[in-house]
């Protein structure tokens, strides 16, 4: 069993810093003990360069809620053909600090500033995104206009 964890501001500067050491960029701190538990929380800490590809979540369970609790996100969501619905930035203790998103709503997550850090929470078990969850329309993580993609995006907060 699990012991009591503080989320306090050490514990978010060292999941911060292990995402900017990731090759990814980003790096999820669990609270969960395996991907097979019924309820996934996590700190997931994200840099600004970090790629998220648009995906969905078809299975009817795998809702996300999503609450920033460093730094600064966006947050955009896509119809099914690529096109902005909505493009939200949260920030902490501000108008909007965070997010539900249902089941297949296409979305990303970009950070907006160094160190950022959401907590998350989603039913488990971990089940990796399946080809039809990611958007066709949007690069692939790794894809060489990745970045390009990235970029523009952002800019819906600049």
């Known amino acids: 069993m699990n012991s009591v964890q503080i989320i306090?501001?050490?514990l978010l500067e060292k999941v911060a810093s292990?995402?900017?050491?990731?090759?990814?960029r980003r790096r999820n701190y669990n609270f969960h003990e395996t991907a097979s538990d019924a309820c996934?929380?996590?700190?997931n800490a994200i840099e600004p360069d970090s790629y998220i590809q648009p995906h969905?979540?078809?299975e009817i369970t795998k809702?996300?809620?999503?609450?920033?609790v460093r730094g600064r996100l966006g947050v955009i969501l896509f119809?099914?053909?690529?096109a902005v619905t909505?493009?939200?930035a949260l920030v902490p203790a501000s108008e909007s600090v965070g997010v539900n998103i249902p089941h297949g709503v296409y979305h990303t997550l970009v950070a907006l500033?160094?160190?950022s850090v959401f907590f998350e929470a989603k039913a488990g078990p971990f089940v990796p995104l399946m080809p039809d969850e990611k958007a066709s329309w949007a690069p692939a993580e790794g894809d060489a206009q990745a970045a390009s993609y990235l970029k523009k995006i952002k800019q819906r907060f600049a």
């Open 40 to 43: 996934h929380r996590l700190l």
């Open 79 to 82: 119809d099914d053909h690529g």
């Open 86 to 88: 909505a493009a939200v």
């Open 56 to 58: 969905c979540h078809r």
């Open 63 to 68: 809702e996300e809620t999503l609450i920033v």
């Open 18 to 24: 292990l995402a900017r050491e990731s090759p990814r």
């Open 8 to 10: 306090n501001r050490e």
């Open 113 to 115: 500033e160094s160190g």
